[in-house]
């Protein structure tokens, strides 16, 4: 059982940057992928970024890509996603979650997802003005 508590999300200018957590709990936080996903008013929730059990690998959306960075520290149960060049588009509510497994050669189209995905947080909004 992983329980999954993200923060750091708020309002934020057109080119600013935004910083998010997810802290984890659980004793087998390092054998999951944690992924990153996002839900806007009215849409479908979609993936932003995955990363693999290591940290090794890692796969972005390509609306994100260049802008967005996942990472994780294993040694402290937690996984961020940095958000620079932040765009009116990117707002919405963001959602971190985990799945188990290693990888394997479906690691990034399963990586994207939703119900490849076994546990999710409750959420945080990120808001970008024009």
């Known amino acids: 059982q992983v329980q999954l508590v993200e923060s750091g999300g708020g309002l934020v200018q057109t080119g600013g940057s935004l910083r998010l957590s997810c802290a984890a709990s659980g004793r087998t936080f390092s054998s999951y992928t944690m992924g990153w996903f996002r839900q806007a008013a009215g849409k479908e929730r979609e993936f932003v970024a995955a990363?693999?059990?290591?940290?090794?690998?890692?796969y972005y959306a390509d609306s994100v890509k260049g802008r967005f960075t996942i990472s994780r520290d294993n040694a402290k149960n937690m996984v961020s996603l940095q958000m620079n060049s932040l765009k009116p588009e990117d707002t919405a509510v963001y959602y971190c979650?985990?799945?188990?497994?290693?990888?394997?050669?479906?690691?990034?189209?399963?990586?994207?997802?939703?119900?490849?995905?076994?546990?999710w947080g409750q959420g945080t909004q990120v808001t970008v003005s024009s």
């Open positions: 990363i693999s059990w290591s940290g090794s690998r890692t």
């Open positions: 979650a985990a799945r188990q497994g290693g990888y394997s050669s479906s690691w990034y189209a399963d990586s994207r997802r939703v119900p490849e995905y076994d546990y």
